[in-house]
């Protein structure tokens, strides 16, 4: 399976923002608070669901699934 590409409307610090990947591995290096964790967080969200009680704030990759993909390509 191959991600190709996001769109999240509203999801953390993202608004409206798009991602488009490649066919091999993706590396994000972005400054420090650009929104890795955050991306990465929806990504797992998308694959696993997410559970209404919890703000996207608090979510952790434990909280989402004990098996979960680290390398999205």
């Known amino acids: 399976m191959?991600?190709?590409?996001?769109h999240i409307e509203n999801f953390g610090k993202f608004?409206?923002?798009?991602y488009q990947f490649n066919k091999e591995l993706n590396v994000i290096n972005k400054e420090n608070g650009w929104g890795k964790?955050?991306?990465?967080?929806?990504?797992k969200a998308m694959f696993?669901?997410?559970?209404?009680?919890?703000?996207?704030?608090?979510?952790?990759?434990t909280k989402l699934?004990?098996?979960s993909p680290?390398?999205?390509s």
């Open 2 to 6: 191959y991600l190709l590409k996001c």
């Open 48 to 61: 696993y669901g997410i559970n209404s009680s919890i703000s996207v704030r608090s979510l952790t990759s």
């Open 37 to 43: 964790s955050t991306l990465a967080t929806f990504i």
């Open 65 to 67: 699934s004990g098996t």
């Open 15 to 18: 608004t409206d923002f798009d």
């Open 70 to 72: 680290t390398i999205c």
